[in-house]
Structure formats: structure tokens, C-alpha cells
């Protein structure tokens, strides 16, 4: 039953069950946008870059950041599908995806922050809105609808 049928148990009520709606651009964004996005920036800008012959530290700062943005990849990927399939755990594995965005692009910019000790301002602001402006507007916005969202609560916890 859609979220534009009448529910069999009252007139005029709304069922708001099934993976419509921002829950499907949820699960769009995390099985499709997030793996793309991430694939184009390695390629694109990362990847590139190990050739360039810049120095030992820049180069684990490379690796490290590849690998955090593979990961995040890989598990927005399997958060998505599952939370698409209505799977059993799916809600709680999309808000432990969201943490871990928010955590591992922290904890990059604090590892970048020691590892390469910016002296230009201009480049400590651009990795700091990247890193933890940037990912604190998605983490309060899906985790917000994650928790009230009659939609969300009418298809993970229906009976």
C-alpha cells in the first residue's frame, strides 16, 4: 500500500509504509550518490595526486584518506540496500553509517591537522569546512528525519 491510498482502518488516514518518499532519496543518495561521488573524487583528485612526487607525509595523508573514503563508500552501499529491502536492522545500520561519516571525516581532519600542520589559515578553513562543517549538516538533517519520520517508523517498526 502507497502513502497516497487510504489505510483499510480508518477514512482519510494516511499509511505511510514502504520506501518512498525522502526515505527513497535517502537510499538513493547512500547506493548511488555517495559511492559515484566518492569514486570520481578518488579518481578524479586523489588518485593523481600519488604522482606528483611530494614527500612521505603527503602520501600517507593520500593513503589514509583513500582508504576512509572507500570505506565510507563500501558501507553506504550496503546501508542503502539494506535499508531499501526494509532488511531487519537496516534503521539502526543507517544511523551507525551517518556516525561514522561524521566521526571518520573528524578524525581525518584532527590526522590531517597533525600530520601536515597547515601555516596558511586558508587551507586549515577549507579542511575544516570539508571535514567537519561539511559533514555536520547531513548527520543532523538524515538523523533528524531517521528519528521522527512517520514514514520511517510505519515501515521498519510496522507489526
Excluded at 565510507?72 to 529491502?85: E, Y
Amino acid at each position: 500500500m502507497n502513502s497516497t491510498q487510504d489505510s483499510p482502518g480508518g477514512a482519510g488516514h494516511k499509511s505511510y509504509q514502504g520506501v518512498e518518499g525522502w526515505l527513497l532519496v535517502f537510499c538513493l543518495m547512500l547506493v548511488f550518490y555517495v559511492p559515484l561521488r566518492s569514486l570520481y573524487s578518488l579518481f578524479a583528485y586523489t588518485f593523481p595526486a600519488f604522482g606528483t612526487g611530494r614527500d612521505f607525509k603527503n602520501q600517507v595523508q593520500l593513503i589514509v584518506y583513500s582508504a576512509m573514503v572507500l570505506g565510507l563508500a563500501v558501507f553506504a552501499f550496503i546501508t542503502g540496500v539494506r535499508l531499501w529491502l526494509v532488511s531487519m536492522g537496516a534503521l539502526r545500520l543507517a544511523k551507525v553509517w551517518l556516525l561514522t561519516f561524521l566521526c571518520a571525516h573528524v578524525a581525518y581532519f584532527v590526522f590531517w591537522l597533525s600530520l601536515c600542520r597547515p601555516l596558511r589559515a586558508e587551507k586549515l578553513a577549507e579542511m575544516a569546512w570539508y571535514h567537519v562543517v561539511g559533514p555536520l549538516g547531513p548527520f543532523y538533517l538524515w538523523n533528524v528525519y531517521l528519528e521522527h519520520s512517520k514514514r520511517v517508523r510505519q515501515t521498519y517498526f510496522a507489526e
